[in-house]
């Protein structure tokens, strides 16, 4: 190594460049469009099948930035309301690695299988994933939906 370059400023200059290079990678993935191939529907079955979840939103076309509500409605596999002891929802944004602004919460059950998620808040466009969970009578499932602000 020349007298102008000595090997213990390779200790400092190394993670340096670990660092930007990973900066400049996630950033590129932050940029990138979501992926061509989401499916998009807002009602589906639950992983393991135990249920139905159909979520709407309040308002069309889904705000960005502004609180609003959503509705979820559970049903069993033949269609009829499904009795739950909890329901929780929770989201993020695959692409950025964070979840959602807020903790939203469902507050009320409205009758026939639908509750009122409260506390919704997207605060960008793009990609969103949000995830239902359900405990109800045929067990523990969960259900995630994408969506494209």
């Known amino acids: 190594m020349s007298k102008n370059f000595p090997?213990?400023?390779?200790?400092?200059?190394?993670?340096?460049?670990?660092?930007?290079?990973?900066?400049?990678?996630?950033?590129a993935r932050m940029m990138a469009p979501p992926p061509s191939d989401l499916d998009l529907a807002l009602s589906k079955s639950t992983d393991h099948g135990l249920y139905i979840a159909e979520l709407e939103a309040d308002q069309s076309p889904v705000p960005v930035g502004k609180l609003h509500t959503w509705t979820v409605k559970i049903s069993t596999p033949d269609g009829k309301p499904a009795q739950t002891a909890a329901i929780g929802i929770d989201g993020g944004m695959p692409q950025h690695g964070h979840g959602l602004p807020t903790r939203p919460e469902v507050t009320t059950d409205l009758g026939g299988g639908a509750h009122l998620i409260e506390g919704m808040k997207f605060n960008m466009d793009g990609w969103w994933t949000l995830t239902v969970s359900i405990d109800g009578s045929a067990g523990s499932d969960t259900a995630t939906f994408n969506l494209v602000l």
């Open 7 to 27: 090997r213990r400023h390779l200790f400092w200059i190394l993670p340096i460049a670990v660092v930007a290079i990973g900066s400049i990678a996630l950033g």
